[in-house]
């Protein structure tokens, strides 16, 4: 069972900085995909940015493109996300998730597992 620990979240300013981290449980994570999603209030879950365990480039939506940078630190089994430039618009609630496979989706419902999620807040 894999299991997944999100941290980092709280309030900041707009342009401010963030780095979430997500603690995962299961030590050998070659062949999964490592996403970051975020829920706001009334709107569907959306995705964030993902890249392959095993490395190469990330995918991010153009919405974040340029601030966020997702990462990995294989020693601590730990996905990163660091989040620059907030926005206001940038606040929500911010899942980690795993996908069992080595091609990339942004669609929620292709990942596995998932985090308890951590608030994000960016005050104007």
């Known amino acids: 069972q894999v299991q997944l620990e999100e941290s980092g979240g709280g309030l900041v300013q707009a342009g401010g900085s963030l780095r979430l981290s997500c603690a995962a449980s299961v030590r050998t994570f070659s062949n999964y995909i490592m996403g970051w999603f975020r829920q706001a209030p009334g709107k569907e879950r959306e995705f964030v940015a993902a890249?392959?365990?095993?490395?190469?480039?990330?995918e991010y939506p153009d919405s974040v493109k340029g601030r966020f940078t997702i990462s990995r630190d294989n020693a601590k089994n730990t996905v990163y996300l660091q989040m620059n430039n907030l926005k206001p618009e940038d606040t929500a609630v911010y899942y980690c998730?795993?996908?069992?496979?080595?091609?990339?989706?942004?669609?929620?419902?292709?990942?596995?597992?998932w985090g308890q999620g951590t608030q994000v807040t960016v005050s104007s």
């Open positions: 998730a795993a996908r069992s496979s080595v091609y990339y989706s942004m669609t929620p419902d292709s990942y596995n597992y």
């Open positions: 890249m392959r365990w095993s490395g190469g480039n990330a």
